[in-house]
């Protein structure tokens, strides 16, 4: 799953070199109401000045029926 297709650059600088990034290990996001573990998010940064243009889960299905 790759959602990163429609993202050319940054709205805030403007800066087309974009990286990504993704919290792993403690920083997983996890399901609210659910005994599950978490999973790792992950994110397209731009590179120059820093703004985190997209975050998403790794694996969203895990997070149905958490609302
Ligand atoms: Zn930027």
């Known amino acids: 799953m ?3 297709a429609n993202v ?3 709205p805030k600088c403007g800066g087309t070199e974009l ?13 609210v ?4 573990l978490g999973c790792n998010i992950e994110y397209i940064i731009c ?5 985190i243009i997209e975050g998403y889960v790794v ?3 895990k997070f149905k029926g958490t609302f």
């Open 8 to 10: 050319k650059e940054c």
């Open 2 to 4: 790759k959602n990163t």
């Open 19 to 31: 990286g990504r990034g993704k919290h792993s290990g403690y920083s997983v996001m996890a399901p």
């Open 59 to 61: 694996k969203p299905e």
């Open 47 to 51: 590179t120059h000045c820093g703004f």
């Open 33 to 36: 109401n659910k005994l599950s």
